[in-house]
């Protein structure tokens, strides 16, 4: 997962920096991220999943299918 974080970010031309603004953390904690130091928050994940428009699936490695899933209108 924390390989293809990296991949995803290097992918748009962005820096740690760049990312831990936007996600409202320090460098140091999103560096921590990508080196697997620290396991990523769920809200995070997400945050990812909709800036890279791909699934949390597929950041976590589980699909190597980058369009995100389809919202289900069904209510449960």
Known sequence: MYRRLKDLR???D???QKLAQFLKISQATYFRYESSA???PSMI???LSK???TSVDHIWEQT???KP???SDQKR
């Open 64 to 66: 190597d299918e980058k």
């Open 45 to 47: 994940l997400i945050e």
């Open 51 to 53: 800036l890279y428009d």
């Open 38 to 40: 620290l396991d990523i």
């Open 69 to 71: 899933y389809a919202k």
């Open 10 to 12: 290097e992918d748009c």
């Open 14 to 16: 962005s820096t740690q």
